[in-house]
């Protein structure tokens, strides 16, 4: 009998995503979509492309706490309070807020805000499956990781876990898809368009959350992230430049990735360096490594689709290991 | 009286963008136009949008000779040998390949290929107005810069000055007609849109030239150099990831910019990253600046339009030099 | 047990598309990839995001015709002699090529060339599914709609029924994707980016299939069909101006398409106009009707994704009725 | 003497441009920029490329009417007033709404709301120089077209002034930037990239503004005018499908079209269908005449810049041509 479910912000880009998912999943049953504007619209409706026949609601706790599992895809600091009602009532959930992502409260302070449920942190597993797979299994609270989180961890692990990086620099290129859904100066077709610039220099509040889970593998270090937003819809590449071991050459290289994600059902290697085409849509993340022998740096090249691998279908991933079922289930 | 002109290699994208510049400057006059493709096509079929209705001829050296000046848009190593036959002719050139750009030639053969004319190395000067503006004024021969160049360049030359790199990684992304114009699996539309992928990693030959050139500036180092290709036609921006001198603060960064760019007619400081859309179909670079306290990195992006100062237009702005012109006549 | 299946032709757009859909389907096994180019590539290397393992191989007839079901994606007139040597050895083909469309060999004749196969033009089945759903349940050979006329047929078939089409104009949109995989002038990504244009001006080759499958609805007409090429990777709107019966009015309007399309699996009626967006990647037709009652037009747009439901997708719809499969079985 | 201008509304595309045009005008000085929202801001920070160093003003009559000229760039309804004031002053406008392009202000009624200032509808000039240079040559007061409409009317003219039209329907095409530079669900680059469909069907405002003109002409007929978003920028194509007098053929086409435009600067005329990539950024159109003779139909393409010939820059071809300059002035 399939587990019942239901979305908690239902009306963005990942929720709506979540909803699709899990309304065509077989073995989870979509009960309930909620949302924060457009209530009473259906979803089919504002997403005519996912086909997903519910209309989105206004919260009701009482009512839409009474499902199994939960997806919450509210803003970040609106998500804990809410997560925290759910849990108390016995819900599982699966977290896409960055609330539950940093185990360490004084670093969501600094970078976010006060938080609304740091008793919550310990039971929260980060949900990398690639990383903490096996908590995950156990886990009752996931906190989904960020997009360019994602990417970059699936990118370094490999490094970071031998103790091979001295010093990293992230380049991370995202579509507009990455912004949410709301109209703005910067989502607006015509500033888009032919363009690409850098946000969030030397602040995007992804960067604790890389390098909380970098450190977690042994590599303690300041990193620089510089996000840029691209001309697209879906995507994210991230380019990473690492100083290196001086020992590494190319065979060993290959071999640690070849190593490393060698049982990994949803991480591809390749020679070519990716493009977010080949992973558009998918729950992959597709990635090469090469050593620039000229300056012993390490660059490695990892796509996703930020609102697939980057969001929604990495919470189903997680649902899925979370009940025990199929880690590909719904999402191949 | 104009100065009479050619432009040796219209098909291609600069090639023609450079007919179209110097069709409409008050300066010059545009006498005849060549190609190796396309021989008696009018440019204005090929290009419409530049109306430049001129016929693409087969060269001939005699009779496209006998002109004052002449824009050189052929491939890398096709250059050098119709370079030197105009310059024995006494035609004053912008060349816009690589062929003279690298003042070394033990390190043109390492990144190209043999050099067809070593001895006009001496003669060339590179192209970089904001460098090198008074060689320019008495050039014979000037070797245009390439377009990651230009903006790099421009980008990281006021802390090279200054003695002030201790390391580069340069991140740079380029709209398709960077590519050219020939119709390739990777310049397909299909291939291009919503896709963004690094190439030429760790080789790309502008690497040689923008060492060349900061070392000049007294930063003897090598860099990292990652170009990606993204979905749009026109653009091209830098992201610049230095470390510096320690002592360094943000204010300092500002000032030595401003001082460096106060009186540049085509450099733009701006507080914001830039967009390429900011310098679409212009002679601009943009270029804005900032301070990574955590990790002590300057973050530098340069955007400019790669056809434009990365190439054509740039080209321009030589040839105003070269003859005595005003530096900005015909591209503002 | 799965029936066996290839695909001819596997390199191009739609055959890799059909390669995939069919690596991926329950009731289908994929034995073989033929191609004209690219022999020996696998197809995850040529269309990584297809993740289809197989290599691309040189036809050998009688190896490649050991399987119960083909796909043709050849070129027209190529597709015809092939075809006939699979059915000669009993392989059920659906046929993407333009070769069995046309009923009498005459018009295919005038619009393409001397027919190589016309003996078998009385077996083959027009496949589309909503028109033809019996006779392509017991065919062998099933000629696979183009792209512009599913859409159109579509569009038009409820009004063409009821006699109720006086004229008729189509205004077609398609993405780059629909000009094929070669590089060309026109696929170059800077000649269709930020572009649109009409092409084939009166005589594009998908007006004789329109015209055709009108006239067997019971509306004889000649049509004015002029396609444009968009800026854009996969889909394909038809905007069909038909004057109409003038007894009409917006409510009998709507019911004829509800009722006409009532219980069609793969035909969404659409109170606003579609956008190619909401049919992307799925076997969806979306339809929407309006009258513009100052002129007495009818006004229905109709969205595909042109390599899906325009080629692809709607092969398998085929195959799927052709061996008594569930009709959306591996494309929904 | 520079004749002195000041921009009503410059916050918007249109405005905006108009704004970077006349500043860069040779004859015209820019005093002075209004505008309804981001007051205090400069444009060059709102719309970096134009690099106009004006800062966004809220209106004061008094002060800003102290111009020769002004170009009002209102939405519609509320141009009217700001007009009647500006002329009350002696001010000569050019208006981008629609307040003063339709003669009856019972049609304007019907298709907008009540007219705010009728009185000034005879004093009004249609402002198509191809149509009613003369005219403008003596106005105080132009009302400057619809995109659509300039590009229609340009493409049906020859057609309509020799009584050769039966019955027309118009399939249009337009970039995002045709929707204004409001942030909307519409103008979201996510909802526009890869997507075009209709909107506005049966019921679009150029509607009348288009019947009028022809009529004027001698076409005295309804028309079926449908525009489609498109995912790019700045660009608009009509497609013009004309049931003509039977009579015709192609050479008789052709040469109506030649001595049509034989003499008008900014009307190019093809062989091959426009892009609206060849006339980006530019005050041209582009039109090429088809006949299909199967069905008796003219068709006609027309590509403009919706924002250039079809807002800003054929406002400054009417201020050129008012205050008795050069006709290409500026915008050239």
Same mark, same amino acid.
């Given at each position: 009998?399939?587990?019942?479910?239901?979305?908690?912000?239902?009306?963005?880009? $990942?929720?709506?995503?979540?909803?699709?998912?899990?309304?065509?999943?077989?073995?989870?049953?979509?009960?309930?979509?909620?949302?924060?504007? +457009?209530?009473?619209?259906?979803?089919?409706?504002?997403?005519?492309?996912?086909?997903?026949?519910?209309?989105?609601?206004?919260?009701?706790?009482?009512?839409?706490?009474?499902?199994?599992?939960?997806?919450?895809?509210?803003?970040?600091? /609106?998500?804990?309070?809410?997560?925290?009602?759910?849990?108390?009532?016995?819900?599982?959930?699966?977290?896409?807020?960055?609330?539950?992502?940093?185990?360490?409260?004084?670093?969501?302070?600094?970078?976010?805000?006060?938080?609304?449920?740091?008793?919550?942190?310990?039971?929260?597993?980060?949900?990398?499956?690639?990383?903490?797979?096996?908590?995950?299994? #156990? /886990?009752?609270?996931?906190?989904?990781? #960020?997009?360019?989180?994602?990417?970059?961890?699936?990118?370094?692990?490999?490094?970071?876990?031998?103790?091979?990086?001295?010093?990293?620099?992230?380049?991370?290129?995202?579509?507009?898809?990455?912004?949410?859904?709301?109209?703005?100066?910067?989502?607006?077709?015509?500033?888009?368009?032919?363009?690409?610039?850098?946000?969030?220099?030397?602040?995007?509040?992804?960067?604790?959350?890389?390098?909380?889970?970098?450190?977690?593998? @042994? /590599?303690?270090?300041?990193?620089?992230? $510089?996000?840029?937003?691209?001309?697209?819809?879906?995507?994210?590449?991230?380019?990473?430049?690492?100083?290196? +071991?001086?020992?590494?050459?190319?065979?060993?290289? +290959?071999?640690?990735?070849?190593?490393?994600?060698?049982?990994?059902?949803?991480?591809?290697?390749?020679?070519?360096?990716?493009?977010?085409?080949?992973?558009?849509?998918?729950?992959?993340?597709?990635?090469?490594?090469?050593?620039?022998?000229? $300056?012993?740096? /390490?660059?490695?090249?990892?796509?996703?689709?930020?609102?697939?691998?980057?969001?929604?279908?990495?919470?189903?991933?997680?649902?899925?290991?979370?009940? #025990?079922?199929?880690?590909?289930? @719904?999402?191949?």
């Amino acid at each position: 009998m399939p587990h019942s479910v239901a979305v908690f912000g239902a009306a963005g880009f $990942t929720g709506a995503l979540a909803a699709k998912l899990l309304h065509a999943h077989p073995e989870f049953e979509l009960r309930a979509l909620t949302a924060r504007s +457009d209530i009473g619209r259906r979803l089919d409706d504002l997403y005519p492309r996912h086909r997903v026949p519910l209309v989105l609601e206004e919260l009701e706790l009482d009512r839409h706490a009474e499902v199994e599992a939960a997806v919450v895809a509210y803003p970040h600091g /609106a998500a804990a309070p809410l997560v925290k009602a759910l849990r108390e009532r016995g819900v599982r959930v699966v977290d896409l807020s960055a609330d539950f992502r940093l185990r360490d409260p004084r670093v969501y302070e600094a970078w976010y805000r006060e938080h609304q449920a740091p008793e919550l942190l310990e039971e929260a597993v980060y949900g990398l499956p690639e990383r903490y797979r096996d908590q995950i299994r #156990g /886990a009752d609270l996931v906190a989904n990781p #960020g997009c360019y989180p994602t990417a970059a961890l699936l990118a370094l692990a490999p490094l970071a876990r031998e103790g091979l990086i001295a010093d990293v620099v992230i380049d991370a290129k995202s579509g507009v898809s990455g912004a949410g859904r709301a109209a703005t100066e910067k989502t607006h077709f015509v500033a888009a368009d032919e363009n690409v610039s850098a946000y969030g220099v030397a602040g995007h509040r992804h960067t604790p959350e890389i390098e909380q889970e970098l450190a977690s593998l @042994g /590599a303690e270090l300041k990193i620089t992230f $510089t996000p840029h937003l691209l001309p697209l819809d879906q995507g994210e590449l991230v380019s990473c430049y690492a100083t290196c +071991d001086a020992s590494l050459d190319s065979v060993d290289l +290959d071999e640690l990735y070849r190593d490393a994600y060698a049982d990994e059902p949803f991480v591809e290697l390749a020679a070519a360096p990716p493009g977010v085409r080949d992973v558009r849509e998918t729950n992959f993340c597709r990635i090469s490594v090469h050593l620039d022998e000229r $300056t012993g740096r /390490a660059i490695v090249f990892a796509a996703i689709d930020n609102l697939w691998k980057g969001a929604a279908s990495q919470a189903i991933q997680n649902l899925n290991l979370m009940f #025990g079922l199929r880690e590909s289930e @719904g999402i191949l």
